[in-house]
């Protein structure tokens, strides 16, 4: 690595996991392998520009710029802007939780939430990962991935898309994804969290590529075989206004 991907490197210690919130310098002194004044020149060039910053003895920790920076995203952000009012609408008219995922290497990243009921919790919230195999968001992405994607993707786990139920080879993957596909949503039942049923479709950037996916929670108490079909049909149609307006942007 050239030493700017060096530098990148001490943030991925960051997203080592959601407990992830503070590393001594000797612990990145040892995860890394960098020499202490190396460490130490990138740590002060990532401190000066508000990446991180530092407390006695609790350590380094994501700075005030990382704060400012999701600010703007969340108010300028043109995918969220063209979401959020379909997803109030969406939220409210259900009773449940909208949720709006981007695609995120081989994760899903959840980016915005709206909730029309208190009944329900979704810990899925703003800035939170997961796998791109499990719950109605992310296979609501993951049905639309490139081909040449969905290879690499399978090679490197093709134990978990076997333990999800997608099929034991690329054959049967490509088979299950293609049924998704032409129903044109998701939806599953306590993939994710029990007791919620999710409902998702595809949202696609102006090229027609897989961008995202809209998906909204519901309680199964107040699920059936036709409220499914009736939410699946209004997710989709927001799912087609969000395209629409970020195609136009």
């Given at each position: 690595m050239n030493s700017h991907e060096k530098m990148l490197g001490i943030l991925d210690l960051f997203d080592s996991g959601e407990d992830a919130?503070?590393?001594?310098?000797?612990?990145?002194?040892?995860?890394?392998?960098y020499t202490r004044s190396t460490l130490y020149r990138y740590l002060k060039t990532l401190t000066d520009a508000g990446l991180l910053t530092s407390l006695p003895s609790v350590g380094y920790m994501l700075g005030p710029r990382i704060v400012e920076l999701d600010y703007k995203i969340r108010t300028g952000d043109v995918l969220i802007r063209a979401a959020r009012p379909v997803m109030e609408e969406l939220a409210s008219q259900f009773r449940g939780i909208a949720l709006l995922c981007r695609r995120y290497r081989f994760d899903v990243l959840c980016v915005h939430q709206e909730s029309g009921t208190d009944t329900i919790h979704s810990n899925y919230e703003r800035g939170r990962r997961r796998s791109l195999l499990h719950g109605a968001a992310s296979l609501g992405i993951l049905a639309y991935l490139p081909d040449h994607q969905l290879r690499k993707f399978y090679g490197l786990v093709p134990e978990?898309?076997?333990?999800?139920?997608?099929?034991?080879?690329?054959?049967?993957v490509k088979a299950a994804l293609r049924e998704h596909r032409q129903r044109?949503?998701?939806?599953?039942?306590?993939?994710?969290?029990p007791g919620v049923t999710g409902v998702a479709a595809p949202v696609f950037d102006s090229r027609s590529e897989i961008l995202g996916s809209l998906s909204l929670t519901l309680r199964d108490s107040r699920t059936n075989p036709k409220v499914i079909e009736d939410v699946a049909e209004r997710v989709v149609f927001c799912a087609g206004i969000i395209s629409k307006t970020v195609a136009r942007s």
């Open positions: 919130l503070a590393v001594t310098f000797d612990e990145m002194h040892e995860r890394l392998g978990q898309f076997a333990t999800a139920g997608l099929g034991t080879t690329l054959k049967e044109g949503w998701v939806s599953t039942t306590g993939d994710v969290t």
